[in-house]
């Protein structure tokens, strides 16, 4: 329910501080209650088609109306398969939302990860007319969680493929750089396209009572590797920049939907990345393509159980 309850700030003395911290923190609840309750219709609605999809071919198919054929039993299985997909993602991504994302966390090659998802998507590629390259011989090992991230980089990368037309490019970059958000901000243009999410990364340091950012690392080296996923495709608009992390959004709500994804991808990445105390930031121009920037420090903050 909603709560209402509102107390009076009379003058400025001790009560009337106490009356405004109470106004403000029954606000934050009310605002939480909407997030929760914004969720809830979102995964119905989600859940709605794929059932409904299912439940019709399989009521068809009982009455007659549909020979039991495979042709007609792969509808129902590939909306299955979506709604597994679904649960599944939804669930990493609320176990991530809460710091309970379980991390196996080992030395990691992110090149030989990159190298690794582009070879399991070649057969893609060639048949939609794009050329890969990857380039960044030397970047040091990380430590991280070696399937999160390849998750990450699967996402990145099938997006990237999915949103590029035939004969274009796609490109890998991978760095070492002293400071990411120094480097952000040296790039008008990427400073520009990153604000929504820099906003959001850092909501939980405003709760805190911080504006500082909390992506600095503390291991002592300084030092990050950044991994940028550049497309020559179909670009992002503007205004739809601040929004493409959300979960379930989409640019184009009926074509993304058929493309099978689940709307979570980005989602999913940024929470992956944020676990391992980097960033994620988007850039874009429509018509020209995007360029999705991932920033994670050689360790996370929390390294005291490094598997061997
Ligand atoms: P989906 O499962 O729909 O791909 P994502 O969270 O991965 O969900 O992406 C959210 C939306 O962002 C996509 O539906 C698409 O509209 C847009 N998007 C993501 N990556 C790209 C890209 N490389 N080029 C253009 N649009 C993109």
Redesign the pocket.
């Known amino acids: 329910g909603d709560l209402s309850s509102r107390v009076e700030v009379v003058g400025n003395g001790d009560i009337a501080l106490l009356a405004r911290d109470f106004n403000k923190m029954t606000e934050q609840l009310n605002r939480n209650e909407e997030v929760r309750r914004n969720m809830v219709a979102d995964i119905a609605h989600e859940l709605r088609t794929p059932l409904a999809v299912i439940l019709g071919k399989l009521e068809s198919i009982q009455e007659g109306v549909l020979p039991s054929t495979p042709e007609n039993i792969l509808p129902i299985q590939d909306e299955t398969l979506r709604l597994i997909r679904l649960v599944r993602d939804l669930q990493q991504l609320s176990l991530a939302e809460a710091g309970k994302l379980p991390m196996s966390l080992r030395k990691v090659n992110l090149r030989a990860i990159v190298e690794k998802i582009t070879e399991q998507f070649e057969i893609e590629f060639e048949e939609r007319g794009l050329n890969i390259e990857i380039k960044g011989e030397k970047v040091p090992e990380i430590i991280g969680d070696a399937d999160r991230l390849t998750q990450v980089f699967v996402?990145?990368i099938?997006?990237?493929l999915?949103?590029?037309p035939s004969g274009g490019t796609l490109q890998v970059l991978l760095d070492e750089v002293e400071n990411p958000q120094e480097n952000v901000m040296a790039n008008e243009d990427a400073a520009r396209g990153l604000r929504g999410v820099f906003r959001r990364k850092d909501d939980k340091a405003e709760e805190a009572g911080s504006k500082e950012k909390t992506s600095v690392d503390e291991s002592g080296t300084g030092r990050w590797v950044q991994v940028t996923?550049k497309?020559s495709?179909?670009?992002?608009p503007e205004e739809?920049l601040d929004h493409?992390?959300d979960r379930f959004?989409?640019?184009?709500k009926s074509r993304?939907?058929e493309?099978g994804?689940?709307?979570?991808?980005?989602?999913?990445?940024k929470e992956f990345i944020q676990a391992h105390g980097g960033t994620i930031q988007v850039k874009?121009k429509l018509g020209e393509?995007?360029s999705?920037r991932i920033s994670l420090p050689l360790k996370p903050k929390n390294t005291s159980d490094v598997n061997p």
């Open positions: 996402n990145l099938g997006n990237a999915l949103h590029t996923v497309d495709g179909e670009g992002i739809e493409i992390f959004y989409r640019v184009d993304e939907r493309n994804g689940t709307g979570l991808g980005l989602a999913i990445a874009s393509g995007s999705f």
